[in-house]
């Protein structure tokens, strides 16, 4: 998706003091937006899709897939619960730009996030929040090891 076709986000140029191109900014509606302090229950949208075949069912479990991860990495952050949605969804539409869609993707490309995140023209992650994204990976992976660990021996006792 290209920013300047997205209702989310406002980009313009931005130039050196001799006038020259510099690099192109990027600001998301919800940074433009009043911030009000607000209940989780005062907003509710529900939205169905039918999935017409597989290649949508793989986006949305992707996209699933990213969106609880980075819940994990809010909580992690310790982020308000009003705040965690739009985080979420924020981060979320800076990684799709950049085509970060899964979490593998991101923890391959951990390093060199925020040059990419600098070079797209949007705002950079703070390092506590590097820091949480790696801890929460590294944790999930622990999980998961235990979890192969725990499977390969009830399938040799079986």
């Avoid at 290209?2 to 006038?19: H, I, L, T």
């Avoid at 479990?61 to 739009?86: D, G, P, Q, T």
């Avoid at 992650?125 to 801890?135: C, D, F, G, P, S």
């Avoid at 999930?140 to 192969?148: L, P, R």
Wanted: hydrophobic letters at 40%; glycine letters at 4%; proline letters at 1%.
């Amino acid at each position: 998706m290209c920013m300047r076709d997205s209702p989310y986000g406002k980009r313009w140029a931005k130039y050196n003091a001799d006038g020259s191109f510099k690099s192109w900014r990027v600001r998301l509606v919800q940074d433009l937006l009043p911030t009000e302090e607000m209940e989780m229950d005062e907003l509710s949208l529900v939205t169905t899709e039918e999935i017409d075949n597989k290649e949508d069912d793989d986006y949305v479990a992707r996209e699933s897939e990213m969106k609880a991860f980075l819940i994990k990495v809010a909580e992690a952050k310790n982020l308000k619960r009003a705040s965690v949605n739009s985080w979420v969804d924020a981060v979320e539409f800076k990684f799709a730009e950049l085509g970060i869609e899964t979490v593998s993707e991101l923890r391959r490309g951990i390093v060199r996030l925020n040059r990419r995140l600098h070079e797209s023209g949007f705002a950079m992650l703070h390092a506590r929040t590097l820091q949480a994204i790696v801890n929460v990976a590294d944790k999930e992976v622990c999980d998961m090891k235990e979890e192969i660990k725990r499977l390969t021996n009830e399938l040799t006792i079986s």
